[in-house]
């Protein structure tokens, strides 16, 4: 890894390129004013140019960043190290175990297998005689009871 990570490594790379294109162009622009005005001193104008161009940069990408020493990027180095190895164990507890080894369903005591059952049948058997009509017996002498006969009885 570089100084400041693969990230930091990578930043660095760019911010040179964009430098050298910086100047490049740079270049390229005093050559063509320098070609326009054939007469003049060329010099002051082309350090003029390239300090604009630098302090373009600085600009864009915040100037330039303070030198890491070698311990800050050990220490970021064995963090990273130990995020990894975190990530890994995490991961294969989690993933590649179960793939492996599946968990297996609890089983229950053959006696709490028969409770259950007895449960769930006495359930079913009051869940039918709820829905069931009362008896036709008990229906009449509810009726018969419950009709208006009115004076003549």
């Known amino acids: 890894m570089n100084k400041g990570g693969l990230l930091g490594g990578t930043l660095e790379i760019i911010q040179e390129e964009v430098e050298k294109g910086a100047k490049a162009v740079g270049q390229q622009v005093v ?17 003029q140019d390239k300090s604009q161009t630098k302090a ?61 059952e007895k449960k769930l049948e006495m359930k079913e058997l009051e869940q039918k005689e709820a ?8 229906q009449r002498a509810a009726q018969k009871v419950e009709k208006f006969r009115g004076v003549s009885g």
């Open 31 to 47: 050559g063509s004013k320098a070609k326009a005005q054939a007469g003049t001193s060329q010099q002051p104008k082309q350090s």
């Open 56 to 116: 373009f940069v600085k600009d864009l990408y915040g100037g330039e960043k303070p030198p890491i020493s070698p311990e800050e990027v050990q220490q970021k180095q064995a963090e990273d190290k130990q995020k990894e190895e975190f990530l890994r164990q995490r991961l294969h507890s989690e993933y590649y175990q179960q793939l492996t080894n599946p968990p297996k369903p609890k089983e229950e005591r053959p006696a709490e297998k028969v409770e259950k």
């Open 131 to 138: 829905k069931k009509p009362p008896p036709l017996a008990a």
